[in-house]
């Protein structure tokens, strides 16, 4: 399925080496800006964000130390990890999720990110159950102040996250959101700071533990912001792989 949507995707010894110097580069300016907010270097990781990249540059990424890669539709991501089935790593579903890709995407994906309406968790746990499987998520947050169709608004997300402790094969780890890309630093920061105080509300009601924390934001153009407000993963595409073929 990957050769098909890629079918001259081979890349030369210059490009791989161009992106593993890029992948240094994020690595090293992710850790200093976890440093500049106070927190260990090691404390924040790094998802690629892969969509629409040829799997040879994914698997330079993943031969270079990476482990956590993120796709954005459910078919891509299963066709890309046949391809790279030899290579140790993990795969997230950072896009939204159809009720009828679930099961597709719970072959692959360890992680989904973008859980923001109960019907699907409804069906997510019911193949889980059948499988007698886990999934680990992330509660994807509208924080955008903009009417987009994804994410749970953050003054709704505290009796969301509440009603998600009914399925019991699902462990959430945190909060995911998009925020407001191509922005300036000042439009931007406060998509993250909502996140941040929604992840801080649920906390102090009991709804989530310490161990359900993470916050999923940020992304080429602003992880190290992103970072500095508090992010635990940022999401990285074109600034590692370059320009996604098809833009
Ligand atoms: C594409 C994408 C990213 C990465 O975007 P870049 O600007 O290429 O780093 C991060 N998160 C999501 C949900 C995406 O779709």
Redesign the pocket.
């Known amino acids: 399925m990957s050769e098909s949507l890629h079918p001259e995707s081979t890349i030369t010894p210059e490009d791989a080496q161009a992106i593993r110097d890029r992948l240094d580069e994020v690595a090293s300016r992710a850790a200093a800006a976890a440093e500049k907010s106070g927190r260990p270097a090691d404390s924040v990781s790094i998802l690629l964000?892969t969509?629409m990249q040829p799997v040879e540059k994914i698997r330079v990424a993943l031969e270079h130390g990476f482990t956590l890669v993120?796709e954005?539709r459910v078919q891509e991501l299963t066709g890309k990890a046949e391809a790279l089935a030899d290579i140790p790593h993990e795969t997230h579903l950072?896009?939204p999720l159809q009720k009828n890709k679930v099961n597709h995407a719970l072959r692959v994906a360890s992680c989904i990110q973008s859980i923001d309406n109960i019907p699907l968790a409804e069906k997510i746990q019911r193949r889980l159950e059948a499988e007698d499987q886990t999934v680990e998520y992330f509660v994807q947050v509208n924080t955008s102040r903009e009417d987009t169709k994804f994410g749970i608004a953050p003054e709704e997300v505290w009796e969301f996250v509440g009603a998600m402790r009914e399925f019991d094969r699902m462990k959430m780890r945190g909060f995911m959101t998009?925020g407001l890309?191509g922005k300036s630093d000042e439009e931007i920061r406060p998509s993250y700071q909502d996140l941040v105080a929604v992840k801080d509300r649920c906390l102090e009601q009991g709804l989530i533990d310490e161990s359900m924390c993470e916050l999923s934001m940020g992304?080429?153009?602003d992880y190290e912001l992103a970072i500095e407000e508090g992010a635990t993963m940022v999401?990285?595409?074109?600034?590692v792989f370059g320009a996604r073929p098809t833009e």
């Open positions: 964000a969509k993120g954005n950072i896009g998009i890309p992304m080429s153009s999401r990285i595409g074109s600034s």
